[in-house]
């Protein structure tokens, strides 16, 4: 049994890095388990425990002590040193920053994978006026392998370099057994991490104080406690029927996207929308800015008006809150389009990576690179 390891700083109940990113590499570890021996790495954080029984083994860098920012830069730099004493036959490396790529892949003969779970260069400059693009292409350059989950981040990946190989897998997600009837549901939602730039959360609120939505608008999430501060403060600013739910996950995760009526994911910068594909799983339609890495959606299970235009969003939101008719038409296209994403389909795909990495390596080693034994 070939031994396969995935790195990603982050975990479910990592209140700082805890997100979607998280989420994919559990679900692709378990998936991958079927057939391997996995073996994932993941940075120590305040209270963090043990997992519940798991088909994988979690191994924890000590670097929570360092706190959430300072203890993922030492996570990215201590991989090097994970990857020589972790015995393994392939190594996946999840990617979630221009800074994140490590030197993995210079530390051990055996195959590297970057899977890329988002890029942000395009994001941090727009932000920060920083050349973050260069220092991105520079890290994505030691991979000669590369998973993507949108064809706009492969096509950036993949120009003007002929020796990367780059795949398409889209996340995937759990199916309901039971979702409720079409159309129905109490509440419109917004699920995600509390970023109130990132995330359009001020576009968001903006859009609702312009709709009025009869239905009330619930916001789920947590982030940092500047970004915290700044939420509540425009929501108390917003003439609307808005209210914060904070962090939840597990039973109430469900419970709030079983009783939506629609989600939005009113984004400035987005790489999958991993929440807009929960929500669809429930049979819940999506309405979302027209951003290109959003296009997966579709025209029949998810409403895309132009980038960043707040009246268009509004009208959008209005409209689907009140015609159940239409919800019900969009939310039995986004319950299709959520099957076509089962994790039993998209796992399939990654064995498939997988099994293709060892076996063109099979047999072979680089010159002057160690094989960590341990």
Same mark, same amino acid.
């Given at each position: 049994?070939?031994?396969?390891?995935?790195?990603?700083?982050?975990?479910?109940?990592?209140?700082?890095?805890?997100?979607?990113?998280?989420?994919?590499?559990?679900?692709?570890?378990?998936?991958?388990?079927?057939?391997?021996?996995?073996?994932?790495?993941?940075?120590?954080?305040?209270?963090?425990?043990?997992?519940?029984?798991?088909?994988?083994?979690?191994?924890?860098?000590?670097?929570?002590?360092?706190?959430?920012?300072?203890?993922?830069?030492?996570?990215?730099?201590?991989?090097?040193?994970?990857?020589?004493?972790?015995?393994?036959?392939?190594?996946?490396?999840?990617?979630?920053?221009?800074?994140?790529?490590?030197?993995?892949?210079?530390?051990?003969?055996?195959?590297?994978?970057?899977?890329?779970?988002?890029?942000?260069?395009?994001?941090?400059?727009?932000?920060?006026?920083?050349?973050?693009?260069?220092?991105?292409?520079?890290?994505?350059?030691?991979?000669?392998?590369?998973?993507?989950?949108?064809?706009?981040?492969?096509?950036?990946?993949?120009?003007?370099?002929?020796?990367?190989?780059?795949?398409?897998?889209?996340?995937?997600?759990?199916?309901?057994?039971?979702?409720?009837?079409?159309?129905?549901?109490?509440?419109?939602?917004?699920?995600?991490?509390?970023?109130?730039?990132?995330?359009?959360?001020?576009?968001?609120?903006?859009?609702?104080?312009?709709?009025?939505?009869?239905?009330?608008?619930?916001?789920?999430? +947590?982030? *940092?406690? /500047?970004? @915290? #501060?700044?939420?509540?403060?425009? !929501?108390?600013?917003?003439?609307?029927?808005?209210?914060?739910?904070?962090?939840?996950?597990?039973?109430?995760?469900?419970?709030?996207?079983?009783?939506?009526?629609?989600?939005?994911?009113?984004?400035?910068?987005?790489?999958?929308?991993?929440?807009?594909?929960?929500?669809?799983?429930?049979?819940?339609?999506?309405?979302?800015?027209?951003?290109?890495?959003?296009?997966?959606?579709?025209?029949?299970?998810?409403?895309?008006?132009?980038?960043?235009?707040?009246?268009?969003?509004?009208?959008?939101?209005?409209?689907?809150?009140?015609?159940?008719?239409?919800?019900?038409?969009?939310?039995? +296209?986004? *319950?299709? /389009?959520? @099957? #076509?994403?089962?994790?039993?389909? !998209?796992?399939?795909?990654?064995?498939?990576?997988?099994?293709?990495?060892?076996?063109?390596?099979?047999?072979?080693?680089?010159?002057?690179?160690?094989?960590?034994?341990?």
């Amino acid at each position: 049994m070939s031994r396969v390891v995935i790195s990603c700083y982050g975990r479910e109940d990592n209140p700082h890095y805890g997100g979607g990113g998280a989420v994919v590499v559990r679900e692709v570890a378990r998936c991958l388990s079927r057939k391997h021996e996995v073996v994932v790495v993941s940075g120590s954080f305040a209270g963090c425990r043990p997992e519940p029984a798991e088909p994988f083994q979690r191994i924890y860098l000590p670097v929570g002590w360092a706190g959430p920012r300072a203890g993922k830069l030492l996570f990215d730099l201590r991989l090097a040193q994970a990857a020589r004493r972790i015995r393994h036959d392939l190594w996946i490396e999840s990617v979630t920053s221009p800074f994140s790529a490590s030197f993995v892949p210079f530390v051990t003969a055996q195959p590297v994978v970057a899977l890329v779970q988002t890029l942000t260069a395009e994001d941090m400059t727009r932000r920060y006026t920083i050349p973050s693009g260069f220092i991105e292409r520079q890290g994505l350059a030691r991979y000669q392998r590369v998973i993507v989950s949108n064809e706009a981040d492969g096509d950036l990946i993949t120009r003007g370099r002929r020796d990367v190989s780059c795949t398409v897998i889209p996340h995937g997600v759990d199916l309901p057994d039971e979702p409720p009837p079409p159309g129905a549901g109490q509440h419109i939602l917004f699920l995600g991490r509390i970023d109130v730039d990132q995330k359009g959360l001020d576009l968001l609120l903006a859009a609702v104080a312009l709709a009025k939505p009869e239905l009330p608008v619930l916001v789920a999430g +947590a982030g *940092r406690p /500047t970004e @915290e #501060r700044k939420l509540v403060g425009l !929501i108390e600013q917003t003439r609307g029927p808005v209210a914060r739910i904070g962090h939840v996950s597990g039973p109430a995760k469900d419970a709030l996207l079983r009783d939506c009526a629609f989600m939005v994911l009113p984004s400035r910068y987005e790489t999958f929308g991993l929440s807009a594909l929960e929500a669809m799983a429930w049979g819940k339609p999506v309405v979302h800015f027209n951003l290109p890495r959003l296009q997966w959606m579709g025209d029949e299970a998810a409403i895309g008006v132009p980038a960043l235009d707040v009246e268009s969003l509004a009208a959008a939101i209005r409209g689907l809150a009140t015609d159940d008719v239409q919800r019900a038409s969009m939310g039995r +296209a986004a *319950r299709g /389009t959520a @099957e #076509r994403h089962s994790w039993t389909d !998209i796992g399939e795909r990654y064995l498939d990576i997988v099994d293709t990495c060892l076996r063109v390596t099979a047999g072979h080693h680089r010159p002057g690179m160690p094989t960590a034994q341990a």
